[in-house]
């Protein structure tokens, strides 16, 4: 799995090296962060069914076209999927906070993710929506400090950005 730490030990390898003076900063600034992302994943993870439930209902508020006959969240077996790809990108997310980089998240949430979608005519804009409203609802202090926050968001905008 990806890591900050992985990436420069992989890269310093690759290149027959010692990590640079920049790399080490690059982990050390990951290592200062690792007890804001720690905060953040505990709070996602004790929450992530309401979480994952207020981003599906914003997202189909939005698209309520989508619960159209025909249409891609037309029967309980869609709505159930397109919750459960939701809390997917979320638990995703939880493990890229714990491992302090995208690794999983590329590996498991976005290689391959618009061939997917395409293949099934399948919108991405419903995704976008719901991880937009889940980063928007986020509140320091109410839910986590403000430096898990930041953890949080950016990868939530990692995210947000691949489907874009």
Known sequence: MK??????????????????TSDLESVQGSLQRAAAR????????????????????ACIKKYSFLNNAGEANSTQTF???????????????????????TGPLDEWGIAGQRE?????SLPTAPYVEALS??????CAP???????LLEYNALLDYVINSLS
């Not at 890591?3 to 640079?20: H, K, L, M, N």
């Not at 720690?38 to 209902?57: F, G, Q, S």
């Open 133 to 138: 409203f889940a980063r928007n609802r986020g």
């Open 142 to 148: 109410r839910d986590m400090s403000a430096q898990a």
């Open 79 to 101: 709505k159930d999927k397109c919750l459960r790809d939701i809390k997917h990108y979320l638990r995703l997310i939880n493990y890229s906070l714990v491992v302090g980089g």
């Open 38 to 57: 720690m905060e953040a994943a505990e709070k996602l993870a004790a929450n992530i069914d309401n979480v994952a439930r207020e981003a599906y209902d």
């Open 3 to 20: 890591s900050v730490v992985s990436t420069v030990v992989t890269a310093a390898d690759a290149a027959g090296r010692f990590p640079s």
């Open 116 to 120: 997917v979608y395409r293949a099934l």
